[in-house]
């Protein structure tokens, strides 16, 4: 009986949609590139070596010939040394020659791919939000990285693809000029042999190719299970529940699979190889006999004979080459359409044909008017007719059970994502008319998922390599509450973050992380600071410390704070509550507190489970 799992397997899946690129179109922005991108030798030194592998083919199909003629007419001694000598140093020079471009050939073709490298790197770092979180362009992304993340990705092999075509293009009209002079039929059955040959090699052979998709499932679940069984996180499940046997069921079920779909393609494989074999006995048979007749007959002497006879199987060298050359251009050509549909992956936020915006006023207000906005694919709205207004100074905090929507809510103030319906406003105008990276520049933040860059606690606060301005990260530290840690650190200011790059690197307490991201939200000195659940991993006294110190440090500044924790954000001027994507409940703590609601009772709860003895961990 056939399991679910293989049925599905074996399910005819459609046809992927066609490349956007042609293969001519993708050769074309090869070249372009490299010769726009100041690399014009990775062009020319393409040309060359191409020309040097035809130039040492035809100097070796020569040479014993040559010889040979001359031993036949009987030359003096010291021209035969002469013809050894010129053929000798020829091979010498040209064999040193395409060594030194095959040696210096690939820096130039690794800067082109670098260079793509890193314009996939700023598409996903520049790229509109909302696509961070689209499958389809994820799934892009990550084919586009395996386009150019080695030498042998297809960014990089294309040039040695080309190489080898011109090379084959230029020894196959070579070879067919030499051969016509012999008989052109013999052009034509070698050409129709090593084509048919090739095609049918090529279809036979491309079963595991076809079928990658199912290969793939098979091997995607022996490494899964192979990982579950080393993952340190489960090793507690797999003793206490007893999972090792079924886990090794599963895997060994995995392998069966993946063994019986090998089995199936190496019968195939067999036939591809007997194909070769027939077609290869008949077109060097015929190509021989035909060379042998006319030697018996007097039409060719011994060295002609020794000059076609190695032609012929060379010309069915360059025969096939060609064939295979362009058939693995062609699955380069979709690499790299794949690598370009990346790249011109639609943005639905404008960016440098937006309005500049410069943040020169300090006096911003947002609003968001009659804002809806409901994620891809759900049901219902995240957010649903929201009217709010932040005020220039103002302190807002945003409060709410888990899911109510108070993340979305700050995305859509930072310009992270577009409302669904309605519009948010700066100073009464759209924000999608602006260009959105100038809108980012308004913003300091301090989210829950923050981020330690490898590099040093200056570079950490200032967010940039060079041209940072010391005094600057100093003030910003001593006002974070962070300046008499750092300074007590052997190297100050240049102690290295992140242990993963750097051996030396020192790591912070989970407060001291917390203010030093305070310290880069004041660096940037921002006309607005949004705090979104940054404390979330700290007990409660912490935590209220830690809001303590951006109250004070965002004097002057509009500011919005999320926290489930409701005693933190008291000292904001307003608070909001979100409940079933509404604004439920608005006004100060004590406003709240006296209206007796939702806020209320929810701050009822964590208070009386804080008098009890909780740890922190109060229902989220």
């Not at 003629?69 to 030359?75: I, Q």
Request: aromatic residues 10%; charged residues 20%.
């Amino acid at each position: 009986m056939v399991s679910a799992d293989n049925t599905a397997l074996k399910t005819k899946k459609p046809k992927p949609p066609k490349p956007k690129y042609s293969m001519f179109q993708n050769v074309w922005f090869m070249v372009k590139l490299a010769w726009t991108s100041r690399e014009k030798k990775v062009i020319l030194l393409s040309l060359l070596s191409a020309g040097l592998t035809v130039a040492l083919n035809l100097i070796n199909l020569y040479v014993s010939p040559s010889i040979l003629g001359a031993m036949e007419r009987k030359a003096p001694i010291p021209e035969l040394l002469w013809m050894i000598a010129l053929f000798t140093a020829g091979i010498m020079l040209v064999s040193a020659a395409s060594a030194y471009v095959t040696t210096n050939i690939q820096f130039g073709r690794i800067t082109v791919r670098l260079g793509l490298l890193g314009r996939v790197s700023e598409k996903s770092t520049t790229t509109s939000y909302p696509n961070i979180d689209k499958k389809d362009f994820n799934e892009l992304r990550e084919k586009a990285l395996d386009v150019v993340k080695n030498n042998k990705a297809a960014s990089q092999a294309i040039w040695d693809t080309l190489t080898n075509l011109t090379a084959a293009v230029l020894g196959f009209l070579l070879y067919v000029r030499l051969l016509t002079a012999v008989q052109p039929v013999l052009v034509i059955v070698v050409l129709v042999t090593s084509a048919t040959g090739y095609f049918l090699s090529n279809y036979l052979n491309g079963y595991g190719y076809r079928h990658r998709d199912e290969e793939a499932e098979y091997v995607k679940r022996m490494q899964y299970f192979a990982r579950q069984s080393s993952d340190w996180g489960a090793a507690k499940d797999i003793r206490i529940f007893g999972l090792r046997p079924w886990l090794e069921e599963l895997y060994n079920k995995a392998i069966d699979s993946y063994i019986a779909f090998h089995r199936k393609a190496e019968g195939i494989y067999i036939w591809a190889r007997v194909a070769d074999v027939v077609l290869t006995f008949l077109r060097s048979g015929v190509a021989y006999a035909y060379i042998i007749a006319r030697v018996l007959s007097g039409g060719l002497g011994a060295a002609e004979f020794l000059l076609y006879f190695t032609a012929a199987g060379g010309f069915t060298q360059w025969v096939t080459g060609i064939l295979s050359e362009c058939s693995t251009l062609y699955k380069q050509s979709l690499d790299l359409s794949t690598l370009r549909e990346c790249f011109d992956y639609p943005e639905p936020f404008q960016f440098e044909e937006g309005e500049p915006l410069k943040a020169e006023n300090r006096d911003y207000e947002i609003q968001l008017e009659n804002v809806s906005f409901r994620y891809p694919g759900a049901e219902r709205d995240a957010l649903h007719n929201i009217n709010l207004t932040l005020h220039p100074g103002e302190k807002l905090a945003v409060v709410g059970l888990n899911g109510a929507g108070k993340t979305t809510m700050v995305k859509l103030i930072c310009g992270f994502l577009d409302p669904t319906e309605g519009r948010v406003l700066l100073n009464g105008r759209d924000i999608r008319t602006f260009n959105r990276r100038d809108y980012y520049q308004l913003f300091s933040a301090v989210f829950q998922d923050f981020s330690l860059m490898a590099g040093s606690i200056a570079v950490n606060v200032a967010q940039k390599e060079s041209n940072i301005d010391m005094e600057r990260v100093r003030n910003a530290v001593g006002k974070a509450g962070l300046r008499q840690k750092i300074e007590s650190l052997p190297a100050g200011y240049e102690t290295k973050l992140n242990r993963e790059v750097f051996e030396d690197a020192v790591m912070l307490s989970g407060g001291e992380t917390q203010r030093l991201m305070l310290a880069r939200a004041l660096y940037r000195d921002a006309p607005f600071i949004v705090l979104d659940e940054p404390t979330a991993a700290l007990d409660p006294i912490s935590e209220s410390e830690m809001y303590q110190k951006y109250n004070e440090m965002t004097s002057g500044k509009s500011s919005v704070y999320i926290s489930h924790r409701l005693a933190s954000t008291r000292f904001c001027n307003r608070i909001i509550m979100i409940g079933g994507g509404d604004i439920c409940e608005e006004g100060t703590h004590d406003e709240l507190l006296k209206l007796g609601g939702k806020y209320a009772e929810l701050y009822r709860v964590q208070s009386k489970y804080y008098e009890e003895g909780g740890n922190g961990n109060e229902g989220q």
